[in-house]
């Protein structure tokens, strides 16, 4: 009896202590991060999520991270498997930004943080932190590029011009688009640059889900339909590589005109490949990796009780609230630079865009 006294001692003493540090069977003790991507198809977040999943376990966290296959009620399923499975803080880049609503609410009803990652969580108040690129800034570098590459200022004929812009339920597209559209715009108004197609305004150019094919199918149409005759388009502005790609795969076999100039952003590595063959003129680079690391310190500044880095609480306004913000800053990459910006900083090797 006096031993069995002992041994029950001793296992209750066993479980205080188990409470305390949270060492209980199969569990590490560990704070729990849970880390939502869109989808896989897209090299950019295959990167995003490797790089903050690699950074958040040096850091000591147990990570979460899970790809929803650009389904929207997989994402939702999975964020909330995260609020339920015991995340202390969780970051999300949404498929579509205003359809994570209940997700939202059931995290604040458990108090965990929520950090919106490169796509802004729209329609809710229950989203803390944002983290992104200066997405207005993408766009003006992709607009003066066009201008100086032209020389607008100073050109006394018409260069032919279209667009094709980014999600529309991505809030970051919109910024891209206006960012490029703001630049252009005089010389829009001005007659400098003409859209043969007429089509001008975001709704028009989106392109749902980024997807490559179906900026391939329309700019297909618009080749067909205003460019068969022979005439030249001189500038074909396109938000993020993956709509550049399908737009060069449109050109290269639907157009014998004069090769355009062509914006991107990502610097994904087919795109890359193309700017050295002369495909693509620029892209706009954003190194995940900074964004990874920044998206590290809010998470450990929120679980240590810290102020939280942010530098814009006006810019980004999510329909319900202004979210705290922080805006990493992108760079312009084409042929010239690439090397410098992508290989000797070790974001690619030689052998990934040869």
């Known amino acids: 009896m006096k031993a069995k006294k002992i041994l029950g001692t001793i296992l209750c003493a066993a ?21 939502s ?55 999300i880049a949404a498929i579509e930004g205003s359809s994570l609503g209940t997700a939202l609410d059931k995290a604040a009803a458990k108090k965990i943080p929520i950090i919106a990652y490169d796509r802004l969580l729209m329609d809710n108040a229950n989203v803390d932190y944002y983290a992104t690129f200066d997405n207005y800034m993408v766009g003006t570098i992709q607009g003066t590029y066009v201008k100086e590459t ?22 970051n597209a919109g910024f891209f688009f206006n960012g490029a559209y703001d630049v252009l715009k005089p010389y829009i108004e ?3 640059l003409n859209i043969v197609s007429g089509q001008k305004t975001f709704e028009e150019v989106a392109t749902p889900s980024w997807k490559t094919e179906t900026a391939q199918s329309r700019a297909e149409n618009i080749l067909s339909t205003y460019y068969a005759d022979g005439t030249n388009v001189d500038v074909w502005l396109c938000s993020n590589d993956s709509t550049a790609l399908g737009v060069e795969n449109a050109l290269a076999t639907n157009y014998n005109g004069s090769y355009p100039i ?10 890359v490949k193309n700017m050295l063959a002369g ?3 620029m892209s706009v680079f954003k190194d995940t990796r900074t964004l990874a690391s920044q998206v590290v310190k809010m998470v450990g500044q929120i679980l ?24 990493c800053s992108p760079v312009f990459a084409d042929a010239n630079n690439y090397q410098k910006i992508l290989i000797d900083s070790g974001y690619y090797t030689t052998a990934d865009i040869s």
Request: hydrophobic content about 30%.
């Open 15 to 35: 479980m205080a202590f188990t409470a305390l540090t949270g060492c209980a069977a199969g569990g590490s003790g560990k704070n729990k991060v849970g880390v």
């Open 37 to 91: 991507m869109p989808t896989k198809d897209l090299q950019r977040w295959n990167q995003d999520g490797d790089n903050m999943k690699k950074e958040l376990e040096a850091a000591g966290y147990e990570v979460d991270l899970q790809y929803a296959n650009n389904d929207v009620a997989t994402q939702l399923s999975q964020v909330e498997n995260m609020v339920n499975s015991g995340c202390k803080v969780i970051v």
């Open 150 to 171: 032209l020389d607008l200022d100073n050109a006394s004929g018409t260069y032919n011009i279209e667009f094709t812009a980014g999600d529309p339920g991505d809030n």
């Open 190 to 192: 001005k007659g400098t």
């Open 262 to 271: 062509i914006t991107g952003q990502d610097c994904d590595k087919a795109n």
């Open 279 to 281: 495909k693509q003129s």
């Open 304 to 327: 240590k009780g810290e102020t939280v880095d942010v530098n814009d609480t006006t810019t980004y306004n999510n329909g319900k609230k202004v979210v705290p913000s922080y805006l």
